[in-house]
């Protein structure tokens, strides 16, 4: 496939508001070589009246260059949901594409690379599902947005890590009882559960990038940064979100950086996360650690482009699926949005273990 990639004055001057975002992260020789491909498929979106959907793991040139829309897996949703566009590029990883498909039977979905897939999505079937509800009759089931469409179909109601703990307890109300199913990330589980007086069943599933932090790498960071605050994402082990100073989803830690503007932040996520925030608060100084997520790391300019073009790769859900696992998503885009805390910290786990139920 042919690109334009010519550093031409137009594609310097198309490209001058995404550069101002990220002159930080992206050198200069890098920018030549982003900035034509950023021009070309800002051109073919309109086009072909197509919108991409970018999830704040995506690469700094890519979530400000190309992203309609940016932000968590909650927020993405809503926005397939909404958007009337032709064509959906999902810039995420494979379940994001499957949950757009679910909410937009009509349009086509796009992923530019099908390899990229999601540790949390692979560990659990629609079949693992089935058995779990004949285990535990009677109790509602609610599923991690991370997950394929089978699994969804199975679901009584979906969340995702901004909602996880309003989704359990609307959960537990609407069946009246006081245990709910919390499938597949046995963290996230674990990390609702400190919150919540429901009582939760958890399966062993968990994500690759966060289960790697350690509660030693927040006491390294305080030491070597005295006054640094530490925000963490709910899929990381209990004892790091209880060391750290906020938990929240990845647009959650945006918006607390936003409005609170620490001095200094440590981001204990993906690594493009803390990237793609530094572009809107050049004041606030961000430190590392961060681990990178392969699979989000598979999208780049490049197969973006391709995907435009070529109209590649299609994602599809078996309709009779894809019905079932509408009810359980549409369940959780119809509850009001999660409440933005008016004190953050009291959010973040309540700092005792409190036990789930291993499946
Ligand atoms: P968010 O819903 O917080 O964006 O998280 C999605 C994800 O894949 C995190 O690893
Ligand atoms: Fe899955 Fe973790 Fe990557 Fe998110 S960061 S896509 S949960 S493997």
Not at 129 to 136: A, E, M, W
Not at 179 to 195: S, T
Not at 301 to 308: E, G, K, Q, S, T
């Amino acid at each position: 496939m042919a690109y334009d990639v010519e550093f031409t004055p137009e594609v310097e001057a198309l490209t001058a508001p995404a550069w101002a975002k990220v002159k930080d992260q992206v050198t200069p020789l890098e920018w030549r070589v982003h900035a034509p491909l950023i021009a070309q498929i800002n051109r073919l979106k309109a086009e072909k009246n197509a919108v991409i959907l970018a999830h704040n793991y995506m690469t700094p040139e890519i979530f400000h260059g190309v992203g309609d829309y940016v932000g968590d897996s909650l927020g993405l949703a809503r926005e397939a949901a909404r958007s009337d566009a032709r064509i959906i590029v999902q810039a995420g990883v494979h379940f994001m594409a499957e949950t757009s498909k679910v909410l937009c039977p009509d349009k086509t979905v796009l992923i530019p690379d099908l390899r990229a897939g999601c540790s949390l999505a692979s560990s659990i079937t629609g079949a693992d599902v089935r058995l779990i509800k004949q285990r535990y009759p009677g109790l509602p089931v609610v599923t991690y947005v991370n997950t394929t469409a089978d699994v969804k179909a199975e679901t009584d109601i979906c969340c995702t890590s901004a909602n996880a703990v309003q989704v359990v307890e609307w959960a537990a109300r609407e069946w009246g009882v006081d245990k709910v199913i919390l499938i597949p990330d046995e963290y996230l589980a674990r990390n609702v559960a400190a919150q919540t007086d429901v009582k939760i069943i958890a399966w062993a599933g968990s994500c690759e990038v966060h289960k790697r932090f350690t509660v030693e790498d927040i006491a390294e960071m305080r030491l070597a940064y005295p006054g640094a605050e530490i925000l963490a994402h709910p899929e990381c082990p209990e004892d790091v979100l209880n060391a750290a100073d906020f938990a929240g989803s990845t647009a959650a830690m945006s918006n607390y950086v936003e409005t609170r503007r620490p001095k200094q932040v440590v981001l204990i996520t993906e690594c493009s996360m803390a990237a793609n925030v530094a572009g809107d608060v050049p004041d606030v100084k961000f430190i590392g650690p961060c681990n990178m997520c392969p699979h989000m790391k598979r999208i780049t300019l490049r197969n973006i482009l391709d995907a435009l073009q070529k109209e590649q790769f299609e994602v599809t859900v078996d309709p009779a699926i894809a019905d079932r696992a509408r009810l359980a998503v549409q369940r959780m885009i119809d509850l009001p949005p999660p409440a933005i805390p008016a004190r953050y910290d009291l959010v973040k786990a309540r700092g005792h273990h409190v036990d789930v139920e291993m499946i």
